[in-house]
DNA sequence: ATTTTTAATGATAATTATTATTAAGTGAAT
DNA sequence: ATTCACTTAATAATAATTATCATTAAAAAT
């Protein structure tokens, strides 16, 4: 059966890209961190325990890269940095983050909760949908237990 | 009664803090530019017209403070810069973006729509919600006809 | 009133995140 | 083999923001 890899290949390629090796490499760290909301910095320090060579602009390009043909998202939860989460497999790429203020944590939601919220929008504002993004912040159960 | 100025001056002072000429005229300038989500160097700029010799970084500054306060809202679009929101007076201060893909205007729906998201989140994550934040991007009716 | 302390400011340097440039490397297609 | 487009690493450049620091304004204490 087909890797995630290879469909991942097979998009760079028909968008006429190549996966290099250090294309390659980072999304095999974004695949082997997949619960993790990884900065480019945290990226590149991954991608280069294994491939020592590859620079800074590099990994922001490839990033960049797979943002515009929809394999990562990118996202900012507001302290400063962007974020790159993988999309998921087919069906609802959707989904939504917990940040909690007490320990900075990230969950996430894999629901897409706002099929109604958007009908009302499309309609009432006349917007056509693309993307959102929904963020809470507030304390996770973690912290609550403290 | 009481002016919106008058309300946050004594914001400020209960956090021991003063509402010195600049933060004044900064704070100014977020009123009468309620509409715009205004960067910090727009505030700035705005500012110097009737206050030339206040500096960038006061303005940062006091943006800052204003925001811990929670006066503002400080929010991010995802194109670089953060955005300074005053909060609506009293009642339900949320509010969501229909950030144009197209254009890049930036439109307000200031209605919350998500009560009962939030019931399910907090009661299914155990997750006790302070804020939240929601973006819709897509293509704005003005887009629509061209 | 005058000193003492504290807070806030403006100017500017430093930092951080990101993007652009450049020169060199690589590989597929002649 | 040679060309040509793509990709890369290194580095420079840029933009946004934050830190530093000397100076000033305000408040508190004498």
Redesign the interface.
Known sequence: MESRIDRIKKQLSGASYKLTPQREATVRVLLENEEDHLSAEDVFLLVREKSPDIGLATVYRTLELLNELNVVD?I?F?DGV?RYDLRQEGAAHFHHH?VC?ECGAV?E?QED??E???A??EKK?????????????????RC?DK
């Open positions: 990118k900012q507001g962007s917990l203020i969950d939601i909760l706002l109604d919220v958007e009302i929008v504002w006349n917007f056509i949908i693309k993307d959102h993004r929904l963020t809470f912040h507030g304390i996770c159960h609550q």
